[in-house]
């Protein structure tokens, strides 16, 4: 039975290739008629007429739909993007971004749609001339994304749901938080090696830093046309963080090192964890201005959250706010994804060097956690090392996992989130220091 | 764009600058935090167990010692364990008290069939 419906299926799939093929061609030869053949047609019977103005209005109709408009690049396209929803709906990939993104992308290869309209933002400028005549919904909602202002609501949110708690209590953390950025300087390397220009080279790096808003508000200020591979592959590459982590935690340190039991965090204060947004902000936007604007929103959530006076506020940034611009934020990265700038070679290079960001960031925490080890009296896991690439609280949990494989009674997980959200506070600063550079 | 081409001084500067101010502004918050938390961390003071001589049985000292403590891991863990249950109200299963009979349908079979049963034969 089932084998029928696949047979009936295909059989239907290329009556309406054929018929589309066939209009296509007829539009073609109907362009180079000669005169002679209009004179014909004037000269034929009133049936005639009616006949073939049939069958030129059922020409022109199938003509005007996205079948007779596409190539092979949008099919490809449509292919990725069905792949990527397949990966969030099954393989639960971040489905939360990965979902909008993936329907953005099938959304803005359906040709003829107009949803969005790149060459409205040529050059990385907006063209508002012809917004009003062109745009598109897709286009008014990727404004968000070009004028910065997604990335930042999603910092408040983020901060917002984030404990502090962990850092505050072990502030040397902070030092495996900046570590692992090193992914991100050794990618900005690698892609200046393969010939991208400094700006793309930046945006390609920050993947490194496995944040998904700082890298899409890095690169919609220095490469606006790579923000669908970059946000891609930032993406993919979180939801990836258990496969890719491991390996290099087991090769980078011994079972001896993997079995350091950490001693207990010390209990934090109400007082501390409302300073700490306040210093962080000030220390950090004073001496890198550029930085103040993800630093700055990434705090003023964590200040709702601890303050404890806008309980409301903070229930809304953490749920309706962040869902909404969850929202736009994935369907209009995804729209950005056309196949004329998807399907490149460079994509390819995008790719590889986001694995490499995260592999160099994972290895950047757990050596300075060995190297730490040498000094401090206090030993350290280096397993928690890996947590500073962002990627919160995937990368902690990875730590907690990989840990306990060695010694099933070593609970590394609040450990683990100290340096952890301080590769969100990293990629930030970071983020604020190549955009600084770059601009 | 040829690797030869590429302007690597200015490249390797932005690398080394950049992890160099990365390092830089996030170990000046190490020691703002640091600093802060000799000032704001909580102390928590936990009664010392009045020790007594052996020979009189008498408290060696009159006034109260105080001694800082923090919970271990694993008394954190049964607390938090504790009043997760107590607030979700999962300490003990609520079952619905509807009892239902449902419906089997009994397919014939010659192994469950009466004709072929062995009592049958004892007559």
Known sequence: MNTK????????????????????????????????????????TSTATTENTFVENFIEFISSTGFAQADW????????????????????????????????MLLTNIPLAGLFNAELFAGG???????????????????????????????VGVGAMTDFGPLIANPKSLLLGAAAQLGIFITFLGASGLGFTPSEAASIGIIGGADGPTSIFLTSKLAPHLLGPIAIAAYSYMALVPVIQPPIMRLLTTKKERAIRMKQLRTVSKKEKILFPIIVTVIVSFLLPSAATLIGCLMLGNLMRECGVVERLSKTVQNEMMNIVTIFLGI???????????????????????IIAFSFGTAGGIILAKIMNLFVKEKVNPLIGSAGVSAVPMAARVSQVVGQETDPGNFLLMHAMGPNVAGVIGSAVAAGILLNMMT | MEITQINWDSTLLVV???????????????????IFGLFFAPIVLVKKPKKKSRADNIPLQAVEEYEESHLTASCSAAIAMALHLYYDEDVHDIEKAIVTIKKVEKRYSPWSSKIYGLTNLVK
């Not at chain 1, 018929?19 to 209009?38: F, I, M, P």
């Not at chain 1, 994804?337 to 399907?343: D, G, H, K």
């Not at chain 2, 080394?16 to 640091?34: P, Q, R, T």
């Open chain 1, 125 to 155: 400028h907006i063209n508002w001339g012809n917004f009003v005549q062109k745009g598109g919904l897709l286009d008014y909602l990727y404004l968000g994304v070009k004028l910065g202002i997604y990335p930042c609501l999603i910092f």
């Open chain 2, 16 to 34: 080394a600058f950049g992890i160099s101010m990365v390092f830089l502004i996030l170990v000046l918050l190490v020691f703002i935090i640091k």
């Open chain 1, 5 to 44: 419906k696949h047979i009936l299926f295909l059989i239907g799939v290329l009556v309406i290739f054929m018929g589309t093929a066939y209009a296509s061609q007829l539009k073609t030869a109907n362009t180079y008629s000669t005169e002679n053949e209009v004179l014909l047609e004037q000269t034929s």
């Open chain 1, 73 to 104: 690049k949008t099919f490809v396209m449509i292919f990725i993007s069905c792949i990527l929803l397949y990966l969030a709906i099954q393989k639960n990939f971040e489905p939360l971004l990965l979902l909008p993104i993936a329907f953005g």
């Open chain 1, 332 to 354: 209009t990265v995804g729209a950005t994804a056309t196949s004329e700038s998807f399907l490149q070679s460079q994509t390819l290079s995008i790719m590889l060097m986001g």
